[in-house]
């Protein structure tokens, strides 16, 4: 059983982590962890390529000290040095560093200064209110790391789903080796394409007599075994996701796809219209009375209560149901639909490649276009590019589109939205662009009133064309900031600006319902990868189906437009 790339890059993170806890080298560091990134992202196994005695691809930021210990956790499973560093440390500072809010530098100090070496520790420490005198830390960090410990202890962790994908897709694999099985599908919120899942909900059906789920229980990746039964299973495999299995026979396919898809609240509006019919619908089929009537495909079961198929992203029970009665439901957006990627970086802000290195892959894609959005000056850790640095790019991507047809390099950037609502560069170099891409990259913490009041400033300089990754959040580790997007939605409609759904699998603002929040708004949003390096064009899949989850189509978004269209729209009213 291979190891996940998601797995290395957490081996490495977590050695960066101690690393620095341990004060060594900052760039030693940062090499750990950009390495833990590129690997994170790469879309084949990298353990499976080690395996089959492939060379390693070229990783940006992995040479060759880097490369041995890849292969020491491809071969033996765990790292000599981070086993030697934890031991050396004493304690778990690795679970410290992973809440959000402490990062290595605090743990470092709190290890330092009141000997915390584990979750316990800290508690304790939170408790003798010690953490607030020590300096840089105070009240209100203190309270930070109260409200993130309890918010921990609350709930099991969710998977994100693009984590969860590289789980199962191994799984999948692995099932699919197994002696008959004919059919494996993963149902659940997973299927839905929700940003986190809780579990995997796998169906499987397979020939008769054969013992398929002695053998799912098998996989090597299987840390526990929690129930067993012929067509019912649960294990939990070694990242902590637990997986429902269940066998299920042909005839019940469809009934048990839908049943096991949800959710909850789409089925039971789907099972109460059934009644009403003088039907049942369980996940065995559709009966009347003892018969069974349908139940072998989806759509079989949905025509039993006079409904279309509902693509599984829009069952949440959102009016999805009341839509396909009216046949009124969206024809979703799709992959293919996306012609261009509107927010991408390069080496000359906080990117990995070059600029050709990045059209070149964009082209490669199949994309008509792609934004150049380097970092502003006021960015400074990400390499914030000033007006006259912009300039030198500009002047570059001209010289580069006059080289090549058939593929546009449109003139942008990420302009920082300072704390006062003005624009990080004069609006003399604004006007040189094609389109901008705003964003908040700082004072996260201002009140809802003056966030909002911020971001409405902002549109309001007529350069202002799309708002980035709206919320700021990070999923499982940053909270939105405070702000009010209808009020925001409101006035963008007015001024004619844009929104951006950032596919990042961490970052995914807009959410499903804000999508169709804009959407009813008449605002377009733009799906961008936020690519910094090659491998994160990958992402849009992600923004794509949230998008669906949002009941967008292909016309309600910025980037599924030839440019000669998509300027018009951008033009500000
Ligand atoms: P998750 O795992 O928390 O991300 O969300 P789901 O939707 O995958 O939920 P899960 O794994 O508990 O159950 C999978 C599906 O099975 C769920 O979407 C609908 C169906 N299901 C589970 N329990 C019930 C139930 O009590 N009644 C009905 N009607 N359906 C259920
Ligand atoms: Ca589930
Ligand atoms: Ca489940
Ligand atoms: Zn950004």
Redesign the pocket.
């Known amino acids: 059983m291979p190891v996940h790339n998601a797995e290395i890059a957490e081996t490495l993170n977590e050695l960066a982590d101690l690393l620095e806890i341990e004060g060594e080298n900052p760039y030693k560091i940062r090499a750990y962890r950009n390495a833990a990134r590129s690997i994170e992202n790469y879309t084949e196994n990298i353990a499976s390529l080690i395996q089959a005695g492939r060379t390693l691809p070229h990783l940006p930021g992995v040479g060759e000290s880097i490369g041995n210990k890849i292969d020491e956790i491809v071969k033996t499973g765990h790292l000599e040095k981070l086993a030697h560093l934890e031991q050396k440390l004493s304690g778990h500072l690795a679970e410290l560093v992973a809440i959000p809010g402490l990062g290595p530098k605090r743990v470092k100090i709190l290890h330092e200064k009141l000997g915390i070496n584990n979750l316990e520790d800290l508690s304790r420490a939170l408790e003798s209110k010690a953490i607030r005198e020590i300096p840089g830390f105070g009240e209100k960090t203190e309270a930070h790391i109260q409200h993130e410990l309890e918010r921990r202890q609350q709930s099991r962790p969710r998977l994100k789903l693009a984590f969860a994908e590289q789980i199962a897709t191994s799984l999948l694999d692995y099932i699919h080796t197994i002696e008959g099985i004919k059919n494996a599908i993963i149902?659940?919120?997973?299927r839905r394409r929700l940003e986190t899942?809780?579990?995997?909900?796998i169906l499987i059906t397979c020939k008769t007599g054969s013992n398929a789920m002695k053998e799912v229980i098998l996989y090597e990746d299987v840390e526990e075994t929690v129930s067993q039964g012929e067509t019912r299973s649960t294990v939990r495999l070694r990242s902590g996701l637990q997986v429902?299995i269940r066998v299920v026979p042909d005839a019940s396919y469809g009934a048990a796809l839908l049943y096991?898809t949800?959710s909850k609240s789409h089925n039971i509006v789907i099972r109460t219209m059934a009644v009403q019919k003088g039907l049942k619908i369980n996940e065995y089929g559709v009966f009347k009375d003892d018969t069974q009537v349908a139940g072998k495909t989806e759509e079989s079961v949905y025509a039993q209560v006079d409904l279309p198929y509902i693509e599984p992203e829009l069952r949440e029970n959102r009016g999805e149901i009341e839509a396909a009665q009216k046949n009124q439901l969206p024809k979703l957006i799709q992959i293919a639909d996306i012609v261009g990627d509107l927010h991408v970086h390069t080496k000359a802000s906080d990117g990995s490649y070059t600029l050709e290195e990045m059209a070149m892959a964009a082209q490669r894609r199949g994309y008509q276009y792609i934004a150049i959005t380097e970092h502003t000056q006021q960015t400074r850790i990400a390499h914030g590019l000033d007006e006259k640095r912009l300039t030198e790019r500009l002047k570059r991507i001209d010289r580069l589109n006059e080289k090549q047809s058939g593929f546009l390099i449109l003139k942008s950037a990420e302009v920082d939205i300072l704390e006062d609502g003005t624009l990080d560069l004069p609006n003399r170099i604004l006007k040189e662009l094609d389109l901008t891409v705003c964003s908040v990259h700082s004072n996260f913490n201002l009140s809802l009133k003056k966030q909002t009041e911020r971001i409405v400033r902002a549109m309001d300089n007529p350069y202002f064309n799309i708002l980035g990754h709206p919320t700021g959040r990070l999923i499982g580790e940053r909270e939105p900031y405070a702000v009010d997007l209808k009020q925001i939605m409101d006035a963008a409609s007015e001024r004619g600006c844009y929104l951006e759904l950032n596919a990042q699998p961490d970052r995914l603002d807009l959410r499903d319902i804000d999508c169709k929040a804009a959407k009813d708004f008449g605002i377009k949003v733009a799906i961008s990868s936020d690519a910094h390096k090659i491998s994160d064009f990958n992402n849009m899949r992600y923004g794509v189906d949230q998008a669906r989850r949002g009941w967008l189509e292909a016309s309600d978004a910025l980037n599924t437009r030839p440019w000669e269209t998509l300027q018009r729209v951008l033009q500000r009213i």
């Open positions: 149902a659940g919120s997973f899942v809780g579990d995997l909900d429902d096991f949800g």
